[in-house]
Protein backbone atom coordinates (compact mmCIF):
# COMPACT_ATOMS: atom_id res chain seq x y z
CA UNK A 1 0.00 0.00 0.00
CA UNK A 2 1.66 3.60 -0.59
CA UNK A 3 1.45 6.33 1.26
CA UNK A 4 -0.90 9.23 1.27
CA UNK A 5 0.76 12.62 0.25
CA UNK A 6 -0.27 15.75 0.40
CA UNK A 7 -0.71 17.18 -3.63
CA UNK A 8 2.31 18.04 -5.53
CA UNK A 9 4.43 16.66 -2.37
CA UNK A 10 6.12 14.06 -0.60
CA UNK A 11 5.21 11.59 1.63
CA UNK A 12 5.48 13.64 4.90
CA UNK A 13 5.15 16.55 3.59
CA UNK A 14 2.00 19.09 5.45
CA UNK A 15 -1.27 18.49 4.69
CA UNK A 16 -3.08 21.25 2.24
CA UNK A 17 -4.87 23.63 3.98
CA UNK A 18 -8.18 22.81 2.51
CA UNK A 19 -7.75 19.72 3.83
CA UNK A 20 -7.94 20.83 7.80
CA UNK A 21 -11.31 21.00 9.35
CA UNK A 22 -12.18 17.56 8.76
CA UNK A 23 -13.83 15.76 11.58
CA UNK A 24 -14.40 11.71 10.94
CA UNK A 25 -17.40 10.70 13.33
CA UNK A 26 -17.83 7.36 15.08
CA UNK A 27 -19.64 5.85 12.49
CA UNK A 28 -17.21 7.12 9.41
CA UNK A 29 -14.65 5.86 11.63
CA UNK A 30 -16.32 2.05 11.53
CA UNK A 31 -17.36 2.54 8.41
CA UNK A 32 -13.55 3.46 7.04
CA UNK A 33 -11.62 1.50 9.43
CA UNK A 34 -9.63 -0.01 7.32
CA UNK A 35 -8.59 3.45 5.85
CA UNK A 36 -8.25 5.82 9.01
CA UNK A 37 -5.95 3.31 10.52
CA UNK A 38 -3.58 3.21 7.54
CA UNK A 39 -3.55 7.19 7.65
CA UNK A 40 -3.40 7.55 11.94
CA UNK A 41 -0.38 4.82 11.29
CA UNK A 42 1.56 7.06 8.27
CA UNK A 43 1.39 10.09 10.84
CA UNK A 44 3.42 8.02 13.88
CA UNK A 45 -0.09 6.78 15.81
CA UNK A 46 -0.64 2.96 16.89
CA UNK A 47 -4.37 2.64 15.83
CA UNK A 48 -5.10 -0.01 18.11
CA UNK A 49 -5.00 2.65 20.64
CA UNK A 50 -7.58 4.82 19.64
CA UNK A 51 -10.67 3.81 20.28
CA UNK A 52 -13.65 3.49 17.43
CA UNK A 53 -16.32 5.21 19.92
CA UNK A 54 -14.95 8.83 19.57
CA UNK A 55 -14.84 11.33 16.63
CA UNK A 56 -10.89 11.93 15.09
CA UNK A 57 -10.23 15.66 14.31
CA UNK A 58 -7.93 17.30 12.23
CA UNK A 59 -7.91 21.02 12.96
CA UNK A 60 -5.20 23.93 12.39
CA UNK A 61 -3.03 24.40 15.36
CA UNK A 62 0.02 26.93 16.42
CA UNK A 63 2.44 25.03 14.00
CA UNK A 64 -0.08 23.60 11.56
CA UNK A 65 -2.41 20.97 10.86
CA UNK A 66 -3.10 18.49 14.18
CA UNK A 67 -4.79 15.13 14.72
CA UNK A 68 -7.10 15.43 17.77
CA UNK A 69 -8.54 11.82 19.02
CA UNK A 70 -8.71 10.08 22.19
CA UNK A 71 -6.42 7.05 23.38
CA UNK A 72 -6.58 3.98 25.75
CA UNK A 73 -4.72 4.83 28.78
CA UNK A 74 -2.36 1.70 29.30
CA UNK A 75 -1.02 0.29 32.34
CA UNK A 76 2.73 -0.78 32.23
CA UNK A 77 1.97 -4.67 30.56
CA UNK A 78 0.53 -2.17 27.78
CA UNK A 79 -3.28 -3.38 28.31
CA UNK A 80 -6.12 -0.42 28.40
CA UNK A 81 -6.64 0.92 31.79
CA UNK A 82 -10.11 0.70 33.26
CA UNK A 83 -12.31 2.89 35.52
CA UNK A 84 -12.16 0.58 38.79
CA UNK A 85 -14.55 3.25 40.63
CA UNK A 86 -16.98 4.43 38.24
CA UNK A 87 -18.37 2.12 35.20
CA UNK A 88 -15.33 -0.08 34.58
CA UNK A 89 -15.22 1.83 31.08
CA UNK A 90 -11.79 1.90 29.58
CA UNK A 91 -9.70 5.32 30.46
CA UNK A 92 -8.81 7.58 27.67
CA UNK A 93 -7.19 10.63 27.41
CA UNK A 94 -7.39 13.03 24.64
CA UNK A 95 -4.15 13.69 22.39
CA UNK A 96 -2.92 15.87 19.59
CA UNK A 97 -0.25 15.07 17.07
CA UNK A 98 1.10 16.88 14.21
CA UNK A 99 -0.43 16.47 10.56
CA UNK A 100 1.89 14.96 8.65
CA UNK A 101 0.49 13.22 5.97
CA UNK A 102 -2.97 14.53 4.98
CA UNK A 103 -6.41 12.41 6.06
CA UNK A 104 -7.71 10.22 2.97
CA UNK A 105 -10.69 11.68 0.90
CA UNK A 106 -13.79 9.73 2.26
CA UNK A 107 -16.25 11.92 0.52
CA UNK A 108 -18.67 14.07 1.93
CA UNK A 109 -20.04 11.65 4.19
CA UNK A 110 -17.10 11.93 6.22
CA UNK A 111 -17.19 15.81 7.13
CA UNK A 112 -20.03 16.45 9.27
CA UNK A 113 -21.18 19.33 11.60
CA UNK A 114 -19.87 19.08 15.47
CA UNK A 115 -23.06 18.80 16.37
CA UNK A 116 -23.60 15.31 14.49
CA UNK A 117 -20.40 14.47 15.66
CA UNK A 118 -21.77 11.42 17.89
CA UNK A 119 -24.37 10.38 15.97
CA UNK A 120 -25.07 7.86 13.45
CA UNK A 121 -25.61 7.13 10.10
CA UNK A 122 -28.37 10.67 9.85
CA UNK A 123 -24.79 12.64 10.68
CA UNK A 124 -23.84 11.88 6.89
CA UNK A 125 -23.55 14.78 4.59
CA UNK A 126 -25.92 14.28 1.13
CA UNK A 127 -23.33 14.88 -1.62
Request: charged letters at 30%.
Amino acid sequence: MSTPRAKGGKPGTRTDRAQVDVTFSPYIIRRHREELSSWVQANGLNADVIPLDHPIQVEEGEGGPVIRYRAYLLDDDGRAQSDRFESGELLTEERTTPCTVPPPDLGASASVPASQVEAGPEAEVEA
